[in-house]
């Protein structure tokens, strides 16, 4: 099928042609070639033709044909850009600007590396030292 779409044209109906496009090599590869052909395939004229092949192909064709009638047409015009802003737009403009930069949240990314801070032990347990998790606990404080 992809020699059919590639070609654009059928396919031989000679079954050497075929296994030789297919590159079926063994006895079985070549028997199960001419079975599909013999099953999907209808022979006209010494060529195999597919009903749903043969109209994509006729389908791209037409899309392809209107395409080049459209570039040949130079494209499409390029769009007009307005020689002012729209009437309003300025007063919309002017609030979002004169925002106070100070009232924005803390924009720090957030990963997933970054260390959570280790909660208290409980019952009065003592570390032995400062410590970051490792391994499996740091990925278990990391995915909260």
Excluded at 10 to 33: F, G, Q
Excluded at 41 to 59: A, Q, S, T, W
Excluded at 71 to 97: H, L, Y
């Amino acid at each position: 099928m992809d020699a059919y779409y590639v070609s654009e044209r059928p396919l031989p109906a000679s079954a050497d042609m075929l296994c030789r496009i297919c590159r079926a090599i063994t006895k079985a590869e070549r028997e199960a070639v001419k079975t599909v052909a013999r099953l999907f395939f209808r022979e006209e004229n010494g060529e195999l033709r597919h009903k749903r092949i043969d109209d994509e192909l006729e389908k791209y064709e037409r899309k392809s044909e209107a395409n080049r009638v459209n570039g040949a047409k130079g494209g499409r015009p390029p769009k007009r850009k307005p020689d002012e802003n729209p009437v309003g737009s300025g007063s919309i403009t002017q609030r979002a600007t004169e925002r106070d930069p100070n009232l924005n949240p803390n924009q720090e990314p957030v990963t997933k590396n970054q260390l959570i801070p280790l909660t208290p032990l409980p019952g009065g347990w003592r570390s032995r030292g400062n410590f970051a998790p490792s391994g499996e606990a740091a990925q278990a404080r990391r995915h909260f």
